[in-house]
């Protein structure tokens, strides 16, 4: 089954704690991105990628870091995790650059830091 | 800068009413919009895919329209269920930038009752 698989579904962690959350992707798509989700403020981008190798920011990008080392992993890193960064994180793939390729998402990874 | 929006926020009805779901956009120069069905605390799960060039899409009970001059887009959903329950999420590809990464309306939380 195509799909983006994101890892843990849930965390909870300490401010500081340096964290991964995980995204692996099995359709080959080139492009990935993560975003977050919050109440009020709906999904925003945080990083994207192009293709291995390949990362850019988006547009909340302050406190993440993201890697591409293989086509199909995408992880999400919190080098010191704040409160302010509890939120609703999901992955998504896309498989080209015309009009025909739509978002696949991950089912989200539920983050909480005290 | 694009923005998207969805109103109103939330929706009752009662089962096995036909209903549309609206969504506004503000730029019309886009590759493709995507509606989205998301479950409470779940991931987001593609409903339609409409690239900018259609006018409409079908899968099952739903029809999405699209009205790219006039930055309009409709979510049709025939003979409602209280499975339908759920938040309705619009996005739309911007068809510049390598990064064409998606803009999201809040979304329109839909209950159907029994």
């Known amino acids: 089954e195509a799909q983006v698989t994101q890892n843990p579904r849930y965390l909870i962690t300490v401010t500081g704690k340096k964290l991964t959350v995980t995204c692996s992707q099995n359709m080959n798509h080139e492009y990935m991105s993560w975003y977050r989700q919050d109440p009020g403020l709906g999904l925003r981008q945080i990083y994207y990628?192009?293709?291995?190798?390949?990362?850019d920011k988006g547009d909340v990008p302050e406190g993440y870091k993201v890697s591409r080392k293989e086509k199909r992993n995408f992880p999400l890193i919190l080098e010191s995790p704040s409160p302010n960064q509890t939120s609703l994180y999901f992955c998504?793939?896309?498989?080209?650059?015309?009009?025909?390729?739509?978002?696949?998402f991950g089912s989200g990874t539920r983050l909480t830091v005290v | 800068k694009q923005e998207v929006t969805q109103i109103p926020a939330a929706l009752s009805v009662p089962e096995g009413e036909n209903l549309v779901l609206n969504c506004s956009f503000t730029d019309s120069a886009i590759y493709n919009l995507q509606w989205f069905r998301q479950d409470p605390g779940k991931g987001l799960t593609s409903l339609l895919l409409?690239?900018?060039?259609?006018r409409e899409q079908t899968s099952g009970r739903l029809n999405a329209s699209l009205d790219k001059s006039s930055g309009r887009s409709t979510l049709y959903i025939a003979a409602s269920q209280p499975g339908d329950s759920a938040t309705y999420l619009c996005?739309?590809?911007?068809?510049?930038?390598?990064?064409?990464?998606?803009?999201f309306g809040k979304g329109i939380t839909l209950s159907v009752r029994p």
């Open positions: 996005a739309v590809r911007p068809g510049t930038g390598a990064n064409s990464k998606l803009t």
């Open positions: 409409i690239q900018s060039s259609q």
């Open positions: 990628s192009m293709n291995v190798e390949v990362t």
């Open positions: 998504a793939s896309r498989g080209g650059v015309g009009a025909f390729y739509g978002y696949t």
